[in-house]
């Protein structure tokens, strides 16, 4: 499908989508987020792939939502319209491994999008901040919620407090992305981490995803009993008969996704 504000490739079993409104340093709009939406929805359904990596064009993954579209808003389009829930928040319910590959800027509802996602492999270029305060606004897309929950209170509060970025190493340090990279190795690395994801057992990987974000939505010992139901249930899989049968005989897996 060609879109408006996306750029869409596949390689073999891996997606990528590149936000492409350069100029505004792919500001989240609500043409941006709709046709983000639609693409997921097409790559959850098909069985062709394995992994999606999200990226930005240019010198920003998103430098947030986009301020000219919504600074009209009153408080019942955005009540009325369900503003951020009616489709923002598709990247974080797809079900398959979802990369962020943080190339620039990611502010505001560029970083809430990003932490939706999987894991943030960054550039050393990234920087994440959430600087809705001087907009006298907050963050609206999950970023208190989230943050906090990867950097702590203390460095989110001040964070959305102060609006301050933080760049990619302190990213690192505080646990927000999983790696720094050179900025020109970074959608390369970013596409061998994806292909290695996608060369697992497509449900394993899915069921997998879906018990470390369980760790977020529940206590300890109902995560665990999550976690061991679906540990349960991968015995009734091909792929574990295969995965465990090729480590005895001292072969590749050739997973079937069943
Ligand atoms: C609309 C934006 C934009 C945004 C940048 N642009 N960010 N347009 N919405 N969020 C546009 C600029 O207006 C400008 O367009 C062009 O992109 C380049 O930006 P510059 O400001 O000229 O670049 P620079 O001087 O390098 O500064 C980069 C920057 C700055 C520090 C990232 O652009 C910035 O502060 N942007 C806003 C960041 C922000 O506040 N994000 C949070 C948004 S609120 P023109 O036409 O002038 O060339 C939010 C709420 C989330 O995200 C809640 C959930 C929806």
Same mark, same amino acid.
């Given at each position: 499908m060609a879109y408006e504000?996306?750029? +869409? #490739?596949?390689?073999?079993?891996?997606? +990528?989508?590149?936000?492409?409104? /350069?100029? $505004?340093?792919?500001?989240?709009?609500?043409?941006? +987020?709709? #046709?983000?939406?639609?693409? !997921?929805?097409?790559? #959850?359904?098909?069985?062709?792939?394995?992994? +999606?990596? !999200?990226?930005?064009?240019?010198?920003?993954?998103?430098?947030? $939502?986009d301020i000219k579209e919504m600074r009209v808003q009153s408080y019942m389009d955005a009540y009325g319209n369900d503003f951020i829930t009616r489709n923002w928040e598709r990247a974080a319910s797809f079900r398959k491994p979802l990369i962020a590959a943080v190339n620039g800027f990611a502010l505001g509802g560029g970083c809430e999008l990003a932490m939706m996602c999987d894991f943030i492999l960054a550039s050393e270029a990234a920087k994440f901040g959430q600087p809705e305060i001087n907009l006298g606004v907050m963050p609206g897309a999950g970023g208190t919620q989230r943050l906090t929950r990867f950097v702590g209170k203390s460095k989110a509060m001040e964070m959305c407090l102060t609006g301050r970025m933080m760049d990619a190493a302190e990213a690192e340090r505080s646990g927000? %992305?999983?790696? %720094?990279? /050179?900025?020109?190795? !970074?959608?390369? #690395?970013?596409?061998? %981490?994806?292909?290695?994801?996608?060369?697992?057992?497509?449900p394993i990987a899915m069921m997998t995803k879906e018990s470390v974000n369980a760790s977020y939505e529940t206590m300890l010992r109902q995560g665990v009993m999550f976690e061991r139901r679906l540990f349960h249930s991968m015995f009734a899989t091909d792929d574990q008969k295969e995965g465990m049968a090729a480590f005895v005989e001292k072969r590749p897996a050739k997973f079937s996704n069943k």
């Open positions: 504000t996306l750029l +869409v #490739e596949t390689d073999g079993p891996v997606g +990528v989508i590149t936000l492409n409104r /350069p100029d $505004a340093l792919n500001a989240l709009n609500d043409k941006l +987020v709709t #046709e983000l939406g639609q693409q !997921l929805d097409a790559w #959850e359904r098909d069985p062709a792939i394995g992994c +999606v990596i !999200l990226t930005g064009a240019g010198r920003a993954f998103a430098a947030g $939502a927000l %992305v999983s790696r %720094v990279l /050179p900025a020109d190795k !970074l959608i390369d #690395e970013a596409k061998a %981490v994806a292909q290695k994801i996608a060369s697992q057992s497509r």
